[in-house]
Protein backbone atom coordinates (compact mmCIF):
# COMPACT_ATOMS: atom_id res chain seq x y z
CA UNK A 1 0.00 0.00 0.00
CA UNK A 2 1.34 3.23 -1.06
CA UNK A 3 1.50 5.45 1.81
CA UNK A 4 -0.37 9.11 1.79
CA UNK A 5 -1.29 11.47 4.20
CA UNK A 6 -4.70 10.10 3.94
CA UNK A 7 -3.36 6.95 4.60
CA UNK A 8 -1.35 7.54 7.95
CA UNK A 9 -4.48 9.62 8.91
CA UNK A 10 -6.95 6.50 8.60
CA UNK A 11 -4.27 4.52 10.90
CA UNK A 12 -3.83 7.13 13.28
CA UNK A 13 -7.26 7.63 13.75
CA UNK A 14 -8.33 3.95 13.66
CA UNK A 15 -10.01 2.38 16.18
CA UNK A 16 -7.76 -0.43 16.59
CA UNK A 17 -4.42 0.60 18.67
CA UNK A 18 -2.11 -1.58 16.39
CA UNK A 19 -3.28 0.33 13.55
CA UNK A 20 -2.48 3.83 15.62
CA UNK A 21 0.92 2.43 15.98
CA UNK A 22 2.08 1.63 12.88
CA UNK A 23 0.62 5.35 11.75
CA UNK A 24 2.89 6.58 14.39
CA UNK A 25 5.74 4.75 12.52
CA UNK A 26 4.66 5.90 9.17
CA UNK A 27 4.84 9.87 10.02
CA UNK A 28 8.49 9.71 9.02
CA UNK A 29 7.32 9.59 5.66
CA UNK A 30 5.89 13.45 6.65
CA UNK A 31 7.23 16.91 6.92
CA UNK A 32 7.50 17.31 10.31
CA UNK A 33 5.21 20.00 10.98
CA UNK A 34 2.36 18.05 9.48
CA UNK A 35 3.48 14.85 11.45
CA UNK A 36 4.19 16.99 14.87
CA UNK A 37 0.04 18.02 14.38
CA UNK A 38 -0.26 14.36 14.12
CA UNK A 39 1.43 13.10 16.50
CA UNK A 40 0.41 15.45 19.26
CA UNK A 41 -3.04 13.81 20.44
CA UNK A 42 -1.56 10.25 20.48
CA UNK A 43 0.34 11.10 23.84
CA UNK A 44 -2.34 11.04 25.83
CA UNK A 45 -4.11 8.19 23.99
CA UNK A 46 -5.75 5.49 25.99
CA UNK A 47 -3.62 3.10 25.14
CA UNK A 48 -0.16 2.24 26.80
CA UNK A 49 1.53 1.13 23.58
CA UNK A 50 0.52 3.96 21.75
CA UNK A 51 1.61 6.70 23.84
CA UNK A 52 4.56 5.33 24.18
CA UNK A 53 5.33 5.36 20.79
CA UNK A 54 4.31 8.55 20.13
CA UNK A 55 6.32 9.86 23.08
CA UNK A 56 9.35 7.87 21.85
CA UNK A 57 9.00 9.40 18.36
CA UNK A 58 9.72 13.00 19.78
CA UNK A 59 13.26 12.61 19.80
CA UNK A 60 12.79 13.84 16.12
CA UNK A 61 9.47 14.78 15.18
CA UNK A 62 9.35 17.29 18.24
CA UNK A 63 12.49 19.34 16.58
CA UNK A 64 9.26 21.04 14.64
CA UNK A 65 7.87 22.69 17.76
CA UNK A 66 10.43 22.70 20.80
CA UNK A 67 8.27 24.63 23.23
CA UNK A 68 4.80 22.36 22.57
CA UNK A 69 7.51 19.20 22.68
CA UNK A 70 8.90 20.28 26.02
CA UNK A 71 5.25 21.17 27.44
CA UNK A 72 3.35 17.27 26.24
CA UNK A 73 7.03 15.58 27.14
CA UNK A 74 6.79 17.61 31.14
CA UNK A 75 3.25 16.14 31.66
CA UNK A 76 3.98 12.86 30.67
CA UNK A 77 7.17 12.55 32.99
CA UNK A 78 5.32 13.57 35.43
CA UNK A 79 1.24 12.43 35.30
CA UNK A 80 1.74 9.12 33.02
CA UNK A 81 0.60 6.06 34.99
CA UNK A 82 2.92 3.69 33.19
CA UNK A 83 6.85 3.83 33.69
CA UNK A 84 7.68 3.01 30.20
CA UNK A 85 5.75 6.02 29.09
CA UNK A 86 7.54 7.87 31.63
CA UNK A 87 11.06 6.86 31.02
CA UNK A 88 10.43 6.80 26.93
CA UNK A 89 9.43 11.08 27.58
CA UNK A 90 12.48 11.54 29.86
CA UNK A 91 14.42 10.08 26.39
CA UNK A 92 12.86 12.35 24.65
CA UNK A 93 13.73 15.19 26.55
CA UNK A 94 17.63 14.30 26.79
CA UNK A 95 17.37 14.03 22.56
CA UNK A 96 15.56 17.31 22.14
CA UNK A 97 17.81 18.53 25.09
CA UNK A 98 15.10 20.27 26.57
CA UNK A 99 17.24 21.43 29.76
CA UNK A 100 13.86 23.35 30.65
CA UNK A 101 12.78 20.01 31.82
CA UNK A 102 15.75 19.75 34.27
CA UNK A 103 14.02 20.58 37.50
CA UNK A 104 10.76 17.70 36.50
CA UNK A 105 13.49 15.83 35.65
CA UNK A 106 15.13 16.05 39.37
CA UNK A 107 12.03 15.62 41.06
CA UNK A 108 10.93 12.52 39.53
CA UNK A 109 14.33 10.57 39.73
CA UNK A 110 14.16 11.91 43.34
CA UNK A 111 10.00 11.06 44.45
CA UNK A 112 9.91 7.32 41.54
CA UNK A 113 11.01 3.62 42.57
CA UNK A 114 10.65 2.53 39.13
CA UNK A 115 14.42 1.41 38.25
CA UNK A 116 13.84 2.30 34.36
CA UNK A 117 12.60 5.88 35.11
CA UNK A 118 15.81 6.42 36.96
CA UNK A 119 18.15 4.75 34.66
CA UNK A 120 16.27 6.69 31.70
CA UNK A 121 16.95 10.31 33.82
CA UNK A 122 20.52 9.77 34.63
CA UNK A 123 21.67 8.87 31.08
CA UNK A 124 19.44 12.33 29.90
CA UNK A 125 21.28 14.16 32.03
CA UNK A 126 24.65 12.75 30.52
CA UNK A 127 22.96 14.42 27.23
CA UNK A 128 22.22 17.71 28.82
CA UNK A 129 25.41 18.50 29.70
CA UNK A 130 23.62 20.29 32.66
CA UNK A 131 26.32 21.39 35.97
CA UNK A 132 22.90 21.00 37.76
CA UNK A 133 22.74 16.98 37.35
CA UNK A 134 26.01 16.52 38.54
CA UNK A 135 24.85 15.65 42.22
CA UNK A 136 22.10 13.26 40.98
CA UNK A 137 24.93 11.62 38.91
CA UNK A 138 26.77 11.21 42.05
CA UNK A 139 24.16 9.81 43.93
CA UNK A 140 23.36 7.01 40.89
CA UNK A 141 27.18 5.89 41.63
CA UNK A 142 26.15 5.12 45.04
CA UNK A 143 23.54 2.91 43.95
CA UNK A 144 23.59 -1.43 43.72
CA UNK A 145 22.25 -1.43 40.44
CA UNK A 146 25.32 -1.59 37.98
CA UNK A 147 22.85 -0.16 35.12
CA UNK A 148 22.70 2.72 37.46
CA UNK A 149 26.61 3.18 37.62
CA UNK A 150 27.31 2.52 34.15
CA UNK A 151 25.06 5.13 32.89
CA UNK A 152 26.54 7.17 35.77
CA UNK A 153 30.09 7.29 34.85
CA UNK A 154 29.29 7.56 31.39
CA UNK A 155 26.39 10.64 32.20
CA UNK A 156 29.27 12.43 34.64
CA UNK A 157 31.97 11.64 31.54
CA UNK A 158 29.98 13.85 29.25
CA UNK A 159 29.15 16.34 32.19
CA UNK A 160 33.19 16.75 31.84
CA UNK A 161 33.16 18.36 35.71
CA UNK A 162 36.55 16.98 37.19
CA UNK A 163 34.99 17.17 40.73
CA UNK A 164 33.66 13.52 39.50
CA UNK A 165 37.50 12.14 39.72
CA UNK A 166 37.68 10.96 43.25
CA UNK A 167 33.84 9.52 42.84
CA UNK A 168 34.90 7.22 40.37
CA UNK A 169 38.32 5.98 41.42
CA UNK A 170 36.72 3.44 43.56
CA UNK A 171 35.69 1.82 40.16
CA UNK A 172 39.17 0.81 39.40
CA UNK A 173 38.78 -2.49 41.68
CA UNK A 174 35.29 -2.87 40.49
CA UNK A 175 34.51 -6.98 39.96
CA UNK A 176 32.86 -5.89 36.74
CA UNK A 177 34.50 -5.41 33.95
CA UNK A 178 32.64 -2.94 32.07
CA UNK A 179 32.40 -0.65 35.07
CA UNK A 180 35.93 -0.56 34.78
CA UNK A 181 36.01 0.22 31.40
CA UNK A 182 33.89 2.81 31.65
CA UNK A 183 35.93 4.14 34.28
CA UNK A 184 39.01 4.24 31.61
CA UNK A 185 36.54 6.07 29.27
CA UNK A 186 35.96 8.71 31.71
CA UNK A 187 39.33 8.94 32.37
CA UNK A 188 40.17 10.43 29.06
CA UNK A 189 38.36 12.91 29.47
CA UNK A 190 38.24 13.98 33.09
CA UNK A 191 41.56 12.34 34.22
CA UNK A 192 44.86 14.20 35.41
CA UNK A 193 48.02 12.94 36.76
CA UNK A 194 46.56 12.56 40.21
CA UNK A 195 44.45 9.25 38.39
CA UNK A 196 48.34 8.38 37.09
CA UNK A 197 48.41 5.56 39.37
CA UNK A 198 44.88 4.32 38.41
CA UNK A 199 45.23 4.17 34.50
CA UNK A 200 48.58 2.43 35.07
CA UNK A 201 47.28 -0.36 37.19
CA UNK A 202 43.79 -0.61 34.86
CA UNK A 203 46.65 -1.30 31.74
CA UNK A 204 47.44 -4.23 33.41
CA UNK A 205 43.64 -5.05 33.84
CA UNK A 206 42.84 -9.69 33.65
CA UNK A 207 40.55 -8.18 31.01
CA UNK A 208 42.03 -7.34 27.54
CA UNK A 209 39.51 -4.78 26.21
CA UNK A 210 40.04 -2.98 29.64
CA UNK A 211 44.02 -3.04 29.74
CA UNK A 212 44.14 -2.30 25.80
CA UNK A 213 41.94 0.70 26.60
CA UNK A 214 43.97 1.92 29.09
CA UNK A 215 47.08 1.62 27.46
CA UNK A 216 46.21 3.76 24.73
CA UNK A 217 44.84 6.46 26.94
CA UNK A 218 46.45 9.70 27.66
CA UNK A 219 45.62 11.92 30.74
CA UNK A 220 45.87 15.83 30.87
Same mark, same amino acid.
Given at each position: ????????????????????????????????? !??????????????????????????? !???????????????? /?????????????????????????????????N????? /???FS???? /???????????????????????????? !?????????????????????N??????Y? /??????????????????????????????????????
Open positions: MNTTLSSIQKLVNSSDFGDRIRGINELRHLEPE !IAFKMLEPLVQDKNTRVRYAAVSHFDT !IGTANLSKSLELLRER /LLNDPEPDVQAAAADSLGALKLTEAFDDLQQVYETSEW /LVKIIAV /LGEFGDPRGFDILVDALTSDNSLFQTAA !ISALRELGDKRALPHLLVFADEDWQLRR /LVQALGKLGDHSATAILEKLAEDEVETVAQLAKNTKLS
